[in-house]
């Protein structure tokens, strides 16, 4: 169980629904920092929240640790049939692990489904290959078992890309190391005998266990309800609003529709007024300036009258 308050956030918070995990670790940060806790309170609020992928491993992790813990521990032996050139031996882990991983990718589907989150094709195929890594690389098989992915892993040969895959620092050991292969073949004929839907919880026969599980698979479900009842309520609410914004919108494009018309009108108009207008004025300009030349005559004779008059008199 983790001891450092980041890891031990990541642990819970890295078993939730992906809806529920922001607002859980805002919480959980504001209880870190409540507490004087600062450096923890960052680490936890720089925590990301998983991938669909990335969160059907974690449960796959945290459900079926004895399964994945069966993959990771196949991996060592897969490395050492290779590195020993042993082509029987390689063969039959091959095979193996085709069998676990067929076996994990239904459990997955049924997780899924449980909670009311089928699966994109896309979404199970990072599953795959996320499960494919784990089985290749030491340091995957410890990411994926910590329960903690925030995304997808795929191998390249030997090698996976780890950076910023484990929320909440670096994965301890595995959960699992993996059974002996004698229980592997013992446990996959138990698998055989149950309905591939139905997700088995650490082989748990005791009717105690049983209904523990039940109970808690029952608290999960309502909760799940309760979330998509909310987000269903938000979504109405935020359709509401968007329904209102459309309207008035719709008003505002229509008034201005209409107002533009009416200029495009009132426009017609003036340019059929303005025709006529500009007539008028050239003619009321050719007679503005006749009258002054007129003007200017009648002056010019005044003033000749006027001078000879003045000349008779003298």
Not at 24 to 30: D, V, W, Y
Not at 144 to 153: D, P
Not at 167 to 183: D, V
Not at 259 to 270: F, G, K, N
């Amino acid at each position: 169980m983790a001891t450092d308050p980041v890891a031990e956030a990541a642990d819970a918070l890295y078993a939730l629904v992906p809806e529920e995990f922001t607002a859980a670790r805002n919480e959980r940060a504001a209880e870190a920092r409540g507490a004087g806790e600062t450096a923890a309170a960052k680490a936890i609020t720089g925590l990301r929240r998983p991938s669909p992928s990335a969160w059907i491993v974690n449960r796959l992790a945290r459900d079926e640790p004895d399964r994945v813990g069966d993959l990771v521990g196949l991996g060592g032996e897969l490395a050492d049939a290779q590195a020993a050139g042993d082509g029987r031996a390689l063969g039959a882990l091959v095979a193996e692990r085709r069998e676990l991983i067929g076996d994990l990718m239904r459990l997955a589907s049924g997780l899924a489904d449980a909670a009311d989150r089928t699966p994109s094709r896309a979404v199970l195929d990072e599953v795959e290959q996320t499960l494919v890594a784990a089985s290749v690389s030491a340091e995957a098989g410890s990411a994926v078992a910590s329960g903690r992915l925030v995304r997808a892993l795929r191998a390249v040969g030997v090698d996976v890309d780890l950076a910023g895959a484990v929320g909440g620092g670096e994965p301890g050991p595995p959960r699992r190391l993996g059974r002996r292969p004698a229980e592997r073949a013992e446990g996959r004929a138990d698998a055989a005998s149950r309905p591939a839907n139905i997700r088995v919880t650490a082989r748990a026969t005791d009717p105690d266990a049983a209904a523990e599980q039940a109970r808690r698979d029952r608290e999960r479900r309502e909760a799940a309800v309760a979330a998509a009842r909310e987000r269903a309520d938000d979504d109405a609410h935020a359709l509401a609003e968007a329904s209102v914004r459309r309207d008035a919108a719709e008003q505002r494009f229509e008034d201005l529709e209409a107002e533009r018309d009416e200029l495009e009108r009132r426009l017609s108009e003036v340019r059929d007024e303005l025709r006529p207008a500009e007539r008028e004025v050239r003619i009321a300009t050719r007679a503005h300036e006749s009258a002054v030349a007129e003007a200017e005559r009648s002056a010019r004779a005044r003033d000749e009258a006027e001078a000879a008059l003045s000349d008779d008199e003298a």
